[in-house]
């Protein structure tokens, strides 16, 4: 496994020698290297944080432990009073720089995912049925497409009625998919943003098709209509609700 890898450990070995209190890890997905420390806020207080490198696991150990060796003298320096700490630099760090996937295709999409979802905690007995219903069935979709992206994503939540359980469903997969896949915090919380919506009375209720768009492409039109969805130019989001909606 990866969180056992030797000279990985030997590495945060040499750090912690060094007096660094930066450590190196595997991301959930297995497919990026992040630095962990306690960084200094702003406010004086100091917090945990995980930076995602743009290096991969394992061919970029020995740049990550580069990346780790100049945090942690960053560090010492702030402690020891002789320089600010560069809070935009490292802070901003804390955010994946863009929603991309690097080409993983769906089927490896939802591999990762899957895999990701059972790292989280324990998982009972009744795992195997939770994953098929809850993520399996709504990012199916996904499996016949060579390259899933933020778009594909944020089309696989539109495309399903605001309010309606699928729409939910849909959210709740698809942000799993973007934390698995390290597409960044704004793009998990959007994701959680286009799942929600009014209520639906009786989520047992088939939804309506969805909305097909005005002539012409663009990606939304393409996205779309790769997931199953149709055109998606609009993404219209709820409609004010006047009196007479009641």
């Known amino acids: 496994m990866a969180g056992r890898d030797p000279y990985l450990t030997r590495i ?3 750090l912690r ?3 660094s209190s930066v450590s190196l890890e595997v991301s959930p997905s297995g497919a990026k290297l992040r630095l962990r420390a306690s960084l200094p806020l702003p406010d004086g207080t100091w917090k945990q944080r995980r930076i995602t490198t743009a290096f991969p696991y394992p061919s970029g150990v020995d740049q990550a432990r580069e990346l780790a060796e100049q945090l942690g003298k960053d560090l010492e320096l702030h402690r020891r009073g002789l320089e600010t700490f560069p809070f935009d630099r490292w802070l901003q760090a804390t955010q994946m720089v863009g929603p991309t996937t690097d080409g993983i295709s769906g089927l490896e999409a939802l591999r990762r995912t899957e895999a990701w979802w059972i ?3 324990k998982r009972g007995p009744s ?3 939770t994953w098929a219903t809850a993520y399996a069935g709504p990012l199916k979709p996904l499996l016949p497409q060579r390259d899933v992206t933020f778009d594909t994503l944020r089309a696989l939540v539109a495309c399903k009625p ?3 359980c699928s729409r939910r469903k849909a959210a709740l997969a698809a942000t ?7 597409m960044g915090t704004d793009a998990v919380q959007e994701l959680r943003g286009l799942g929600k919506g009014h209520p639906a009375e009786g989520c047992g209720a088939a939804p309506p098709a969805c909305r097909r768009g005005d002539r012409g492409a663009d990606r939304w039109a393409a996205v779309g209509v790769a997931v199953g969805c149709g055109d998606l130019r609009h993404l219209r989001r709820p409609a004010p609700r006047g009196p007479a909606d009641g």
Not at 176 to 182: C, G, H, N, R, T
């Open 12 to 14: 945060n070995r040499a």
């Open 17 to 19: 020698d060094l007096g």
């Open 119 to 121: 790292q989280q905690r």
């Open 127 to 129: 795992a195997d049925v």
């Open 162 to 164: 605001i309010g309606s």
């Open 176 to 182: 799993a998919v973007a934390q698995a896949l390290e």
